[in-house]
């Protein structure tokens, strides 16, 4: 016999052999039908893999990601197989799963493909999915690898191949086709019941542009039909919530192949609601004991090998900036902790000092490759909500915590409530990719954990996702759309401090190393504002609204008492606007419905008989009339945050 631990902490006992699907059944079979594979110590399985030896088991269905992921890379085969029955002699690369489906790379040979023959393969990816064919696992020898391989005419299978050892090739077989494949995979194909292409590429054979270019189709599949529905419903709304599309409508932000690539310009309405949350977020500051600084947009070269950035990140990052005088080079800056390290450096500290507190809206630049840049959520010049703790060891977790309820409190302002706290560690297994001893890692790690364990919050633990001088806690937000994102992030550092030799002087009267904590609640201002855009559909939070109002006079008879009400409003900090058009007013409304303004007040012959406005809300429509006084009341109730 066995022991099986299950998530819960329970263990039961089977005998040896059992595989995740039979240990399924033995609790319901509701479950049995709906598990998709088995995590075996930490390991993705099939859920008719073996267990030889006492295992903690996690059941994958649909809702986990790893299910998921399995769901999809099997029916990424299942297409390979739909391709290879239509197009005979088509010749593969690979077929991963990815974040929102999957795609194969293939090579038709001569044959022209285009995206008119997706609906003829969804149809008979369904057909084969009908007959419930079983993904059976195969272990083979190298020699049987290449030899199969071979006969068939693959050369990308073989290319592959030959980087294996042996012993450690499997295939995959459903129906008449047969893979290359690690695995795992879903017990059957009968578990896909809807399927999308959703569009065609090419791809260089292992993304070398000097060897062939292969199609890539992309595609998605679900369990029921409905999920599909769904799918295609939420991608059809992102379309009208693209923060590209709707920043040009708003007239918020523009790019210039002038200026360059993923370097955005501001335009006035974009600045005031940047404006917005700098301000919001710098008052917040205030409140918990940050100073704000500001540092250059460049600095020298050693700064940036003393902090280790230019050692990890300096072929990848902008080149130097070289002076007239020989051998001295600068760099756009990619990081502000740097700067501020050299801030703290500037005068003693005491133990009592500590906390020291440095805030800075930070502009940044990385060179991130054109094919990557898409709109503000991947730039090359962005603006970091940045800030620098200071602080004693037995500091860090009290800090830590306030920097949570700091994050916290940015979301609820904002809306955005459906959130995670990834605990990013570093790979026990490439540990060469990071910085600082596996003591000062240790502590690090353990500050996170029981701080995120103490605010309660709903954790995941993500290896390998840790920044290369310290782990973090990354908030990944989902938007009203269920799309999720990487905000807010906290991060304790060891490393730095040793690196810059940063020093306090302790009660003891000796020399003592600060523990460094970076964070930065928005991110970034630049992807910030894109999710923001996407998640409310460009209508801002009132307070947040670049216009709050705008004034629509009937006719030019009424313009200066619409001056009058504007200059009212203004000296109350409630910011807008005049339509001064000589346009209708239900055009007028209905332009001010598409700009997204929060408030519309229609004035005429009767508001100015009576000192009143006529309020529209924009998705609600007519308020009725109110006082301008009434009206103002209404306006600085909604905007206090």
């Known amino acids: 016999m066995i022991n099986i631990t299950l998530p819960d902490g329970s263990v039961r006992q089977y005998d040896k052999g059992i595989t995740a699907m039979k240990i399924a059944l033995s609790i319901s079979e509701g479950l049995a039908r709906n598990v998709l594979a088995a995590e075996v110590d930490g390991e993705v399985w099939d859920s008719s893999r073996p267990i030889e030896k006492d295992s903690s088991v996690k059941l994958l269905t649909w809702n986990d990601t790893k299910g998921k992921s399995t769901f999809w890379h099997s029916s990424a085969h299942l297409m390979a197989e739909a391709l290879e029955a239509l197009y005979p002699g088509t010749k593969f690369g690979i077929g ?56 068939k005419g693959d050369e990308y299978k073989l290319d592959l191949i030959k980087d294996l050892p042996d012993g450690s090739i499997t295939f995959y077989t459903q129906g008449n086709f047969t893979d290359l494949c690690r695995g795992p995979h879903i017990p059957n194909t009968g578990f896909i019941k809807a399927v999308k292409l959703m569009s065609v590429a090419g791809a260089y054979w292992r993304g070398d542009e000097s060897r062939k270019q292969l199609t890539r189709i992309y595609g998605v599949t679900f369990p029921k039909a409905s999920e599909l529905t769904d799918y295609l419903h939420i991608l059809e709304e992102a379309k009208k919530r693209d923060h590209r599309k709707l920043g040009k409508e708003l007239e918020l932000f523009a790019f210039s192949e002038k200026v360059g690539m993923g370097l955005p310009l501001w335009l006035p309405k974009g600045t005031a609601l940047r404006e917005k949350l700098v301000n919001f977020l710098q008052k917040a500051q205030v409140k918990a004991g940050y100073e704000q600084v500001i540092t250059p947009h460049i600095g020298h ?49 005491s133990y009592k000092d500590l906390p020291v507190r440095l805030a800075e809206f930070g502009t940044v630049y990385r060179y991130e490759q054109s ?191 619409a001056k009058k009400l504007s200059e009212e409003l203004k000296n109350s900090d409630i910011c807008g606007l005049i339509d001064f058009r000589d346009e209708k007013i239900g055009r007028k409304i209905r332009d001010a419905e598409v700009k997204k303004i929060p408030y519309m007040l229609i004035v005429g012959e009767k508001e100015a008989a009576e000192n009143v406005v006529s309020v529209r809300k924009h998705g609600q429509g007519d308020l009725g009339s109110m006082s301008i006084e009434e009206f103002k009341k209404q306006i600085i109730k909604e905007i206090t945050v």
């Not at 007239?324 to 005068?347: A, R, V």
């Not at 730039?379 to 915590?401: I, S």
């Not at 940015?410 to 003591?439: C, H, M, T, W």
Request: hydrophobic share 35%; glycine share 6%; net charge negative.
């Open 301 to 349: 070269k050693n700064l940036y090998v003393t902090s280790g950035h230019y050692e990890k990140y300096g072929a990848d990052a902008f080149q130097p900036i070289k002076t007239p005088q020989e051998g001295e080079e600068f760099f756009l800056k990619p990081m502000n902790c740097p700067h501020h390290c050299e801030i703290y450096k500037t005068k003693p500290r």
């Open 371 to 561: 094919g990557e840049l898409h709109g503000l959520t991947r730039v090359r010049g962005f603006t970091q909500d940045d800030a620098h703790l200071f602080c004693r060891p037995d500091q860090v977790k009290e800090e830590f915590m306030k920097v949570i309820d700091l994050v916290l409190y940015v979301f609820k302002a904002l809306g955005f409530d459906d959130y995670v706290a990834q605990v990013s560690l570093r790979d026990p297994e490439n540990k060469a990719k990071y910085i600082g001893s596996d003591e000062n890692w240790a502590l690090a790690e353990a500050a996170i954990i029981e701080a995120a364990e103490e605010k309660g919050l709903r954790t995941v633990v993500e290896l390998g996702e840790a920044a290369f001088y310290g782990p973090k806690l990354d908030f990944m937000v989902k938007d009203a759309l269920g799309r999720k994102w990487q905000l807010g992030t906290i991060q304790v550092d060891y490393n730095l401090p040793e690196r810059f030799e940063l020093e306090y002087t302790g009660s003891d009267n000796m020399k003592h190393r600060p523990v460094m904590i970076h964070r930065a609640p928005f991110g970034s201002l630049e992807r910030f504002v894109a999710v923001l855009i996407e998640h409310c559909a460009g209508s801002f939070p009132l307070w947040l609204s670049p216009e709050q109002f705008i004034i629509l006079p009937i006719s030019e008879k009424y313009e200066d008492y």
């Open 96 to 151: 991963p799963a990815i974040e929102t489906g999957f795609y194969y790379d293939v090579d038709f040979g001569d044959r022209e493909f285009s995206s008119d023959e997706f609906k003829k393969i969804e149809d008979k990816i369904i057909e084969l999915a009908k007959t419930k064919e079983e993904f059976v696992r195969k272990p083979v020898s190298k020699a049987d690898a290449l030899a199969y391989f071979t006969e």
